[in-house]
T-cell receptor, first 114, second 109 residues
């Protein structure tokens, strides 16, 4: 069974540009979580989508947004990129929307903002 | 202030030795506590998950303990292997998930 997949693996942008990151959950999983992991820092929760709806978002500015498609795949958009947005962006999926559900993480997208 | 604090920040041990990683949290109430292993450049992989009523949970050579009274958890790794070199992340869930900064473990031959 395929795990969580993310694309692209690496993404290089310049300040002010927009970045779009994609995530495909494990087949059958309806919840998708997005996290930011800056170098040397812990994972920071960004967004949670379940059944196509945004259920919760972390303490990030509105230029971080996303959506979940009918097939449960998800997209994270970061507008007006800033240097400090450089980080590993991880996506995780769960079977349902319970906090006890195990999260399965993808390999991440490494975003570099120059 | 981070509500989940992990210690030590980094740890180097010799192959075959045991080690214990610590996680202190202030999230309250909480529904569950997880430990993840994250290899460099990879996504985290779940090791254990415990609800507030559980005291211990094992997964092979990994054993997690939880003391809900003192709000402390530990991850004990037995007979370490080179492949145990990774970051270990403690995550406490309430309505959302609060991540610790992780402990970077290096196992040397």
């Amino acid at each position: 069974e395929a795990g969580v997949t993310q694309s692209p693996t690496h993404l290089i942008k310049t300040r002010g540009q927009q970045a779009t990151l994609r995530c495909s959950p494990i087949s059958g999983h309806t919840s998708v979580y997005w996290y930011q992991q800056a170098l040397g820092l812990g994972l920071q929760f960004l967004l949670w989508y379940d059944e196509g709806e945004e259920r919760n978002r972390g303490n990030f500015p509105p230029r971080f947004s996303g959506r979940q498609f009918p097939n449960y795949s998800s997209e994270l958009n970061v507008n007006a990129l800033e240097l400090e947005d450089s980080a590993l962006y991880l996506c995780a999926s769960t079977l349902g929307g319970l906090s006890t559900d195990t999260q399965y993480f993808g390999p991440g997208t490494r975003l570099t903002v120059l | 202030k981070n509500q989940v604090e992990q210690s030590p920040q980094s740890l180097i041990i010799l192959e075959g030795k045991n080690c214990t990683l610590q996680c202190n949290y202030t999230v309250s109430p909480f529904s569950n506590l997880r430990w993840y292993k994250q290899d460099t450049g990879r996504g985290p992989v779940s090791l254990t998950i415990m609800t507030f009523s559980e005291n211990t949970k094992s997964n092979g050579r990994y054993t997690a303990t939880l003391d809900a009274d003192t709000k402390q958890s530990s991850l004990h790794i037995t007979a370490s292997q080179l492949s145990d070199s990774a970051s270990y992340i403690c995550v406490v869930s309430e309505d959302d998930m609060r991540f610790g900064a992780g402990t970077r473990l290096t196992v040397k031959p």
